[in-house]
């Protein structure tokens, strides 16, 4: 299945997300930006996605404003294929 989209800003970005957790004491977060695979084995729990999008994936179209999500400047799109429905679901969210 092809990742689905994820928008930034007017950025046609593509992000999937899984997680292993079938080791407690490690898991690892695999999702697709841009149409790339990135793999990371060690994810910090706490780093929120607008810092790891800036960051670790030096994606800097995400701003953060107020920092509480209230002004809408840290929304992304985040897309998952609905296996049941068979369609592609969009969710805006917080990246902040």
């Known amino acids: 299945m092809a990742p689905t989209p994820l928008l930034d800003k007017g ?3 593509n992000l999937t997300v ?6 407690a004491e490690t898991s690892t977060l695999v999702f697709f930006v ?3 695979k990135v793999v990371d084995t060690n994810p910090d729990p706490g780093m929120t996605l607008l810092t790891y999008l800036r960051q670790k994936l030096r994606l800097c179209g995400t701003k953060l404003g107020c920092g509480e999500g209230g002004c809408g400047a840290c929304t992304v799109m985040v ?6 429905e068979e369609k592609v679901d969009h969710l805006s969210v917080n990246a902040c």
Request: proline share 0%; hydrophobic share 20%.
């Open 11 to 13: 950025i046609s970005t």
């Open 18 to 23: 899984s997680m292993d957790l079938s080791k």
């Open 34 to 36: 841009n149409g790339r």
């Open 79 to 84: 897309s998952k294929f609905n296996r049941t």
